[in-house]
């Protein structure tokens, strides 16, 4: 089954960058949507991003379109997502999710995550 693990997160001052991973193991990531997803305390997990299983078509949340930018690497089962011009209201627990495709259904779990932080 497929399997994926973030990393990548930090604490970056406003106006900084990060980029963080979405490695798979299991199987090979090219059969899979994958979704970026972001949860800061005491709001609801919400989508960030998603990219369709050739790469050809992504898509993002209105509140970070200009400034992220969502890829993979299929040969390396590794999704990426370049965060840059970061904001404080960036601060959250960001997500990765395997989907059957970008508007459909989670195919995985929810890992762990990796936070992010971004303050001065």
């Known amino acids: 089954q497929l399997q994926l693990a973030e990393s990548g997160g930090g604490l970056v001052q406003p106006g900084g960058s990060l980029r963080l991973s979405c490695a798979a193991s299991?199987?090979?990531?090219?059969?899979?949507?994958i979704g970026w997803f972001r949860q800061a305390p005491g709001k609801e997990r919400e989508g960030v991003s998603c990219i369709n299983r050739s790469g050809g078509s992504t898509n993002y949340a209105d509140s970070v379109k200009g400034r992220f930018t969502i890829s993979r690497d299929n040969a390396k089962n590794t999704v990426y997502l370049q965060m840059n011009s970061l904001k404080p209201d960036d601060t959250a627990a960001y997500y990765c999710?395997?989907?059957?495709?970008?508007?459909?259904?989670?195919?995985?779990?929810w890992g762990q995550g990796t936070q992010v932080t971004v303050s001065s």
């Open positions: 999710a395997g989907l059957y495709y970008c508007s459909g259904p989670r195919f995985t779990q």
């Open positions: 299991g199987s090979t990531l090219d059969y899979y949507a």
